[in-house]
């Protein structure tokens, strides 16, 4: 196990901390750009709340409204023009990951000359990797992607059909503001996707990951239990700030580095979905509860034993020796049950999504990451006709 | 749960990185105070290979050796006064916690009027709580403390027979370099004391935190669980690299916050163990062995539902309901005998410790840390006569 972990992000968590915008956004700036979706911030009184905040602390507020839950690429170069033009010295990120992810692209467009495209494209080191970028100030209004306390951005390019990420130091937020009342309007299959959504972070780094590091297994373990168990109660009644309270902090910690660091693994599952949701315009997680059940039966085969782990400890399943398929079968079984149990598709046509493009997804993901090989990085590696046996199984 | 969480400091993990000692220092100084504790490191060949990697990064080094067990305000008076003399701008600790908890204390005091012993006293808020300290770069050679990747800092006051902590922002460590290779010579007792160390820093958070903190019941259950697979492995055979390393991240992770995150409870084992080492050079973690099991007990009958949770999660118990008293006992019997198993006391009469001075121990404790109503904090707050019935319980 070898690894470097620095997360400079300042975390503040709890109910009611919303009313602590200002104050917290206020040294690192005076002109926010605040940055929201398609609108729901507004209808229900969040934008004028956050705003008002700013506002009391002497900030003055730009906007960047309409962030797709697919974030586009013309929607970075929007954003970073309102910023450039008013002189925005920090962004308020006020939504959920597209808007996170998308604030994290305009922050560093604003400093960089050209299509900001050059900096996102596959998330491997190149020239354009961004060293600078306006300070971030992250309120997540949904529990899903983490992006409030990493590094990582995924942006679509609705030009050349593809979506991919970037990751640099700079991008990490300065601030990340866990209010759980935010998530309270959140609608069921949204919270639900959100579950599905950390839960995926949390099995990609577990089951493709190094040898040897039990303590981040046993931390993935302990954030998918309290997803199995908070997840179903929160998307049963959106009022319970309790349940509400405990996704919001799991799903912070699914892709904020404590569980995964070191781990070291490929992240095959979202490959895959990125591809699809490139020509589709599904929500992603949607995309990843129908991909990850067939992923996990795929590699179960190769990696019996890290499954029936898997199953035993996290669905408390019972298992004839370290290699028993048939328990690791079981275990995706058990998992792919909750994802439905919570109203996910666990199939493609649920979403009306047939098998005319498959050979595409399959090439264009090799094509965005590969190892050198043609192969899809992972436990095993993916050949394009491993990732359409995949797909094919979930169609 | 309401909670701030902010952890600047950098870990680098991996055997071999002592090598990348000087690189990872030269950002922070050029004139390095090199903190040691009782000479093993000159004798293991650590300290010449460490000052090497300082001078070849171009860094001038200065030594405070000598740092005792339970490290002394005068010799944070004596490190002070030589990095002070020597203009040094960066400190190194290279030792176990007493060594990192020495060097904090230090890199507060150079900035310190008067005595240091101001700025430590009780760790509550007070006028002269550190906000500027000189860069500090710890490198562990013992997996324990955890004080590596933390802000905190026990000092023992040799005049008045105190042991209390310090805590600031400023003395987190810039760079937390674990190399678990650094603790393949530890000897089986000091193996030992520091496993009991790292769980004991769980349990505390785990037993005595606030409700509804399922995510960091799940972090600290992993940490114990790790401990106790990977413990017995490291002491039966020292030069297990895969068992130390694990030991080592264990330490780290069970008191950098990501474990206690919110828990916001009160350290009441540690706070009795203190006292009691204030009077008697014990190690520390020796201590904590004896204390900590009475202490459960005790808690138990207060609160069994957490003690079934731990008997049940920890060691697999079966429990009739969630106040089985007779289920939580028996998981701290199992605890205790995980203690007795890796060679821990779990009496004071082992380590020729009496009654005589039990009432002492017990005025003391309250006096250093109470709730305003003479009460140890924690769950139950404990009276004076709670801690001598525990520590009767312990003799």
């Known amino acids: 196990m070898q690894f470097e972990y620095d997360n400079p992000t300042r975390v503040i968590f709890g109910a009611g901390t919303l009313a602590r915008l200002g ?64 002189g925005c010295d920090v962004i308020v990120a006020l939504g959920g990951g597209s808007t996170m992810d998308a604030s994290k692209a305009i922050a560093a467009a604003v400093f960089h000359d050209g299509d900001p495209w050059d900096m996102i494209y596959h998330g491997q080191p190149h020239p354009h990797v961004p060293t600078r970028a306006l300070p971030l100030i992250a309120v997540p209004t949904l529990a899903a992607t983490g992006s409030e306390m990493n590094s990582g951005a995924v942006i679509s390019n609705e030009e050349t059909t593809e979506k991919s990420f970037m990751r640099a130091d700079c991008l990490y937020p300065r601030v990340a503001l866990l209010d759980p009342e935010l998530t309270l309007g959140v609608p069921r299959d949204q919270t639900a996707y959100g579950v599905c959504d950390l839960i995926t972070h949390v099995t990609e780094s577990y089951f493709n990951g190094v040898d040897d590091t039990p303590l981040q297994d046993r931390f993935a373990e302990g954030v998918i239990l309290t997803a199995l168990e908070y997840g179903p109660r929160a998307i049963a009644n959106g009022a319970d700030l309790e349940a509400r309270a405990q996704i919001q902090w799991a799903a912070t910690l699914a892709l904020n580095g404590w569980v995964n660091v070191g781990t070291n693994g490929g992240y095959p599952v979202h490959m895959i979905e990125h591809t699809v949701s490139a020509y589709h315009d599904i929500t992603h997680a949607a995309g990843l509860a129908i991909i990850n059940p067939a992923w996990m039966r795929f590699a179960a085969r190769h990696r019996p034993a890290r499954f029936v782990q898997f199953a035993q400890r996290v669905f408390g399943l019972p298992a004839q020796g370290p290699d028993d398929l048939a328990a690791a079968l079981a275990g995706i079984d058990r998992f792919e049950a909750f994802l439905k149990s919570i109203g996910c598709p666990t199939r493609f046509s649920e979403l009306g999504i047939g098998d005319a493009l498959i050979e595409t997804y399959a090439r264009d993901t090799v094509r965005i990451i590969n190892d050198g090989k043609g192969n899809l990085p992972g436990r095993p590696p993916m050949s394009e006709a491993d990732i359409v046996a995949v797909l094919t199984a979930a169609l």
Chains 1, 2 share one sequence.
Request: positive net charge; charged residues 25%.
């Open 23 to 86: 104050e917290l956004t206020r040294p690192h700036g005076q002109r926010a750009l605040v940055v929201t979706g398609g609108g729901s911030v507004k209808r229900s009184g969040l934008f004028e709340r956050a705003t008002k905040s700013l506002g009391d602390a002497g900030i003055t507020v730009f906007e960047c409204a309409g962030i797709e839950p697919n974030p586009r690429l013309s929607s970075v170069k929007r954003g970073a023009a309102i910023a450039r033009d008013n």
